[in-house]
Nanobody
Framework: QVQLVESGGGLVQAGGSLRLSCAASGRTFRGYAMGWFRQAPGKAREFVAGITWSGSSTYAQDSVKGRFTISRDNAKNTAFLQMNSLRPEDTAVYYC?????????????????????WGQGTQVTVSS
């Protein structure tokens, strides 16, 4: 089992920034991909950004490109989501997730069913 704990959420004004962290523990192996998803009230959970083990490949949905940056520190088993120029429509619960296939290098998935482990979520609220 893998445990994930997110932190860094909060209330911020439009145009502001937040940095989310996701710490993984438990049975993690080299090669896992990490992703960030979000779910706004009354909406389906959606992919925000993802990163491969080496960090050489990152992906983000169009609405956050140029504003959000995903990164990771494998020595600390931690992923980050730097969110700049926040908008009210970014308000949601943000979840991190791990996609792991043994010791294989795993590609980033953009669908939630492709991920095996999830954090409890952290609330991000952007006021106008």
């Amino acid at each position: 089992q893998v445990q994930l704990v997110e932190s860094g959420g909060g209330l911020v004004q439009a145009g502001g920034s937040l940095r989310l962290s996701c710490a993984a523990s438990g049975r993690t192996f080299r090669g896992y991909a990490m992703g960030w998803f979000r779910q706004a009230p009354g909406k389906a959970r959606e992919f925000v950004a993802g990163i491969t083990w080496s960090g050489s490949s990152t992906y983000a949905q169009d609405s956050v490109k140029g504003r959000f940056t995903i990164s990771r520190d494998n020595a600390k088993n931690t992923a980050f989501l730097q969110m700049n120029s926040l908008r009210p429509e970014d308000t949601a619960v943000y979840y991190c997730a791990v996609r792991q296939r043994g010791i294989d290098i795993v590609a980033v998935g953009t669908r939630d069913y492709e991920y095996d482990y999830w954090g409890q979520g952290t609330q991000v609220t952007v006021s106008s």
